[in-house]
Nanobody, 127 residues
Framework: QVQLVESGGGLVQAGGSLRLSCAYS????????MGWFRQPPGKEREFVAA???????LCADSVKGRFTVSRDNAENTVYLQMNSLKPDDTAIYYC?????????????????????WGRGTQVTVSS
C-alpha cells in the first residue's frame, strides 16, 4: 500500500519561502511522475506543479518563476520549493502520484489522472 506524507507547511510572511516535502512509502517511486496540488479556503483543488524526471517538470502559470518542483529518487521524496510567497498562496497543499502511462503535459494538471493522494499540509501566508 503506497502512502504519501507531506510536511514542511506553516505560517510565513509574504515574500518568504517554504519547502514542502512529500515522502513516498512503497515500491517503484522512480517509475512514477508526482504532482502537487493546492486547495485554497472555499475553493476547488488546483494544480501547482508536477515532475516526471529531473528534466520534465510542469508548473502552473500562477507559480511559475516562484515555485520549483524536484525529486530525490534515492530518498523517495518529492519537494516543492516555494519562494516569494503571496497571501494568495494560502492553501492546503497536497502531494499525489500520477497514474502509470499518463502523457506528459496537460493531463498532469487534472486530478482524475492521480491515483494516490497525501493528506495535505497547511500553508498560510500573512500579508
Amino acid at each position: 500500500q503506497v502512502q504519501l506524507v507531506e510536511s514542511g507547511g506553516g505560517l510565513v510572511q509574504a515574500g518568504g519561502s517554504l519547502r514542502l516535502s512529500c515522502a513516498y512509502s512503497g515500491r517503484s517511486f522512480s517509475s512514477y511522475a508526482m504532482g502537487w496540488f493546492r486547495q485554497p479556503p472555499g475553493k476547488e483543488r488546483e494544480f501547482v506543479a508536477a515532475i516526471a524526471s529531473s528534466t520534465n517538470t510542469l508548473c502552473a502559470d500562477s507559480v511559475k518563476g516562484r515555485f520549483t518542483v524536484s525529486r530525490d529518487n534515492a530518498e523517495n521524496t518529492v519537494y516543492l520549493q516555494m519562494n516569494s510567497l503571496k497571501p494568495d498562496d494560502t492553501a492546503i497543499y497536497y502531494c499525489a502520484r500520477l497514474k502509470v502511462a499518463t502523457a506528459f503535459g496537460s493531463p498532469y494538471t487534472e486530478t482524475r489522472n492521480y491515483d494516490v493522494w497525501g493528506r495535505g499540509t497547511q500553508v498560510t501566508v500573512s500579508s
